[in-house]
C-alpha cells in the first residue's frame, strides 16, 4: 500500500514539475517567439486563399503565397492608413475644440466666483481666517502642497506622454526588422504548410496524436470562435455609437466611435468609461439636450450588448460571459492591459484541454500509471 502511494506520490510530482517547465518555457520563450507566433497566425488564415490560387490559377506554391501576402499585408497597411488619417484629422479638431471648452469653463468659474452668495461666504471665511492665524497657516501650507503636488503630477504626465512619442520613433527600425521577419516566416510557413504538419504529426508520440488533434479542432473553434465575438462586439459597439452620435450632430464621431469600441473590451466598465463622464459633463456645462441624448445612447448600448453577447458567445464558443469576466478581469490584473486578451484566450485554451480528456489522462496517470 505504502509502496501505491509512493507511486501515485512520485508521478504526481512530476507531472506538477513537467507543468512548471512548460509554464516557464511559456514565459520566457513567447516574448523571443511572438514574432514568429504572429507568422504563423498569417501563414493560417493565409492558406485557404494561398490553397484556391495555386489550385484555379495553377501558380506554383511560392508565387500564390507572395500574391496571398501582397494582397493581406497591403490590404491591412490601406485600411489601417485610412483609419489613422481620419483618426488625426480628427484628433487635431478635437484639440482645437478644446480652446472653445477651456474658455467656456473659465467664463462659467468666473460667474460662479462673482456670485454675491459666494463672494459673502468667502467673507466670512476671511473673517474667520483672519481672526485665527493657525487656521491660516495650515491653509495656506496646504494650498502649497496641493499647487506643488498637481504641478508634479502634470510635469510627469507631459515627460511621459514626450517619451513615449521618443520611444514610438526609436522603436520603428526595430518594427521595420519585426515586420521584415514576420513577412518571410509567413512566407517559408504558408510555403511549407502541408510539409510543416506533416512533420508536426510523426514526432508526436502516437499514444498522444488523437489527443492533440482532439485539442487542435476544438481550439480552432473556441479561439477563432472568441476572437470573431470580440470582433462582432466592438463593431456592434462602434456603429452603434457612430449612429448615435451622427444623429446627435457631434463632430469626430468616428474618433469617438472607435475609442468607444475599443474601451468596450475593459471589464465592468467598458463603454461607461467615456460615456458617463461625457454626458455628466454635459450636464453640468448646460448642455441638457446632448446630455439626454447620450443617456439614450449609453441605454441602448448596454441593451444591445446584455441581449447579443450572452447568444454570441455561447453559439461561436461555448463560453458563459461569467468565466469570461472573470477571466479578463484576472488577465488585466496579472499582465494589464494585454490581459485583456491573454485572459480570456488562457480560459478557452483550458476548455479545450479539459473538453479534450486531458485532465482526466493525467488523473488515470497518476492514480494507475497509465493514460488512459
Not at 485600411?79 to 467656456?104: G, M, N, P, Q, Y
Request: charged fraction near 10%; include cysteine; glycine fraction near 6%.
Amino acid at each position: 500500500m505504502d509502496n501505491v502511494l509512493f507511486k501515485r506520490a512520485l508521478r504526481g510530482t512530476w507531472v506538477c514539475l513537467l507543468l512548471v517547465a512548460l509554464l516557464l518555457a511559456a514565459y520566457w520563450l513567447v516574448p523571443l517567439m511572438y514574432p514568429f507566433l504572429i507568422a504563423w497566425l498569417v501563414a493560417y488564415i493565409m492558406n485557404p486563399f494561398v490553397s484556391r490560387i495555386e489550385a484555379h490559377l495553377r501558380l506554383p506554391r511560392w508565387l500564390a503565397v507572395i500574391f496571398a501576402l501582397l494582397v493581406f499585408f497591403g490590404s491591412t497597411i490601406i485600411v489601417f492608413s485610412a483609419a489613422i488619417t481620419r483618426l488625426v484629422k480628427e484628433l487635431i479638431h478635437v484639440v482645437d475644440s478644446l480652446d472653445l471648452s477651456i474658455e467656456k469653463w473659465k467664463n462659467i468659474i468666473l460667474e460662479w466666483i462673482q456670485n454675491e452668495k459666494l463672494q459673502s461666504i468667502m467673507n466670512e471665511i476671511n473673517r474667520f481666517i483672519a481672526s485665527h492665524p493657525g487656521y491660516s497657516n495650515t491653509l495656506h501650507k496646504n494650498i502649497d502642497s496641493t499647487a506643488a503636488n498637481i504641478s508634479t503630477a502634470i510635469s510627469r504626465t507631459v515627460a511621459s506622454l514626450l517619451n513615449g512619442v521618443v520611444n514610438l520613433l526609436t522603436s520603428l527600425p526595430s518594427l521595420g526588422i519585426i515586420l521584415l521577419v514576420v513577412l518571410l516566416a509567413a512566407f517559408f510557413m504558408s510555403k511549407n504548410w502541408d510539409q510543416n504538419w506533416l512533420f508536426l504529426t510523426r514526432i508526436i508520440p502516437g499514444p498522444f496524436q488523437q489527443t492533440a488533434r482532439e485539442i487542435w479542432h476544438d481550439l480552432q473553434k473556441a479561439l477563432f470562435g472568441f476572437l470573431t465575438t470580440q470582433f462582432i462586439m466592438i463593431s456592434i459597439t462602434a456603429v452603434i455609437v457612430l449612429i448615435g452620435l451622427l444623429i446627435l450632430g457631434i463632430e469626430s464621431a468616428f474618433t469617438y466611435a472607435i475609442l468607444i469600441g475599443f474601451v468596450d473590451l475593459l471589464p465592468y466598465l467598458g463603454v461607461g468609461t467615456i460615456m458617463l463622464p461625457w454626458l455628466i459633463y454635459a450636464y453640468i456645462s448646460g448642455d441638457i439636450t446632448l446630455g439626454i441624448g447620450l443617456s439614450i445612447l449609453y441605454s441602448i448600448i448596454l441593451v444591445a450588448r446584455q441581449l447579443i453577447e450572452p447568444k454570441v458567445l455561447a453559439t461561436s464558443v461555448g463560453l458563459e460571459p461569467l468565466p469570461v469576466l472573470i477571466a479578463t478581469f484576472a488577465g488585466l490584473k496579472l499582465f494589464g492591459v494585454l490581459g485583456l486578451i491573454i485572459g480570456p484566450v488562457s480560459l478557452v485554451i483550458m476548455g479545450a484541454v479539459i473538453r479534450a480528456g486531458v485532465m482526466r489522462d493525467i488523473r488515470n496517470y497518476i492514480i494507475h500509471g497509465r493514460l488512459r
